[in-house]
């Protein structure tokens, strides 16, 4: 946000300024609890450290990353393999989750999902589109943001929430603001394909409840939503569905 390749734009803008983190361990390494209550039950999840080989991919899904280095194509073949457990889970076996000409994934009909992945986790929603319209999933390290980010990402009320905090949490707390307008954007994108600003997206936080509420630009068809954002591990991560 803003987007010319998504889904995943706004978050090399912000890792434009820090060193790459593709070889970095941040934080623990994930487990199969590390986003315990983020979503509804309805909403399967599963969460690893960034760890499978480009050989565990399916022959379509090997040719998207053929010529990637390999960092890159270890994050490819985790989101694809996290995506194929929680297929299984809803009768869907050796699923080529393959992507379309915005990268977007092209889950199975009647599914929605949502990858993320940074440092050495990964993080994959999915869930029925009977239910939900969308689904949207950040991860992030819990660390503050680089210099000049908190301009590019944050309205006057949130820079006003930022000041409300301890100086010392506010690069970390501008994270999360980050955190929650990838994850409201990947929930809407995929349906709506329009790319949104930062700003576009104001967020008003509930640390205390590990909730916030977003408002979405009038397009979305949704005046408020509301998610939850967690700080584990290490880890900053933020989920929202929309129904």
Known sequence: MPRRDPPDPGTRTLRAHEADESERRFAEPANAHLLDDLFEPRIRVDASPIQFPYSDLLEGEAKLVAS???SRQREFSTGRVLA???LRQMNVADFELLRDEDRVPKWPVGIVGSISHT???CAVAIAPESEYRGIGLDVEPDRPVGPGIEGRVCTPLEVA???TGPTADRGQRCRMIFSIKEAVYK???PRLRESWGFRDVSVELDLAAQRFTAKAPPS???ARVEGRLLRRAGWIISGIAIR
């Open 84 to 86: 194929r457990r929680l």
């Open 161 to 163: 929430w930022l000041e």
């Open 187 to 189: 929930a809407f994108y």
């Open 68 to 70: 990637a280095i390999e």
């Open 119 to 121: 440092g050495n986790l």
């Open 220 to 222: 979305s068809g949704s």
